[in-house]
C-alpha cells in the first residue's frame, strides 16, 4: 500500500503501474508529460463542484457577503436563471 500528499507522487505512483487516480483538468495538462499515464475523461454525468456562501441573515456584515457573492457569481458566468433553474430542481 502506497501513500502520497502531492498530485506529483501520485502521478508517478500510477505511472509505475500501480493503481488509479482521479486528477482536476487543470492539473491534466502538466501531467500529461509522462507517457506511462493514460488519461481517460468520466463519461456523463460529469463531475463538478458546488460551492455555497452562507452567513446569518442578522449578520452586520451582510452587504459585504451579498456583494461577496455577486463577484462569485460574475466570476463564474453564473445567470440568475441557470441559478433559479437549479433551485427548481
Keep these: 500500500m502506497f501513500g502520497a500528499s502531492s498530485l506529483n507522487t501520485v502521478m508517478q505512483i500510477v505511472a509505475g503501474g500501480y ?3 482521479l486528477i482536476p483538468q487543470i492539473a491534466a495538462d502538466v501531467e500529461r508529460r509522462d ?3 493514460k488519461f481517460l475523461r468520466l463519461e456523463n454525468p ?3 463542484r458546488s ?3 452562507v452567513f446569518r441573515r ?3 456584515r ?3 457577503f451579498a456583494a461577496l457573492g455577486e463577484v462569485v457569481k460574475e466570476s ?3 445567470s440568475p436563471a441557470r441559478i433559479a433553474s437549479k ?3
Excluded: M
Design 35 to 37: 507517457e506511462r499515464v
Design 46 to 48: 460529469q463531475p463538478g
Design 51 to 53: 460551492i455555497g456562501l
Design 87 to 89: 433551485k427548481r430542481n
Design 58 to 60: 442578522t449578520s452586520p
Design 76 to 78: 463564474v458566468d453564473i
Design 19 to 21: 493503481g488509479v487516480t
Design 62 to 64: 451582510k452587504a459585504d
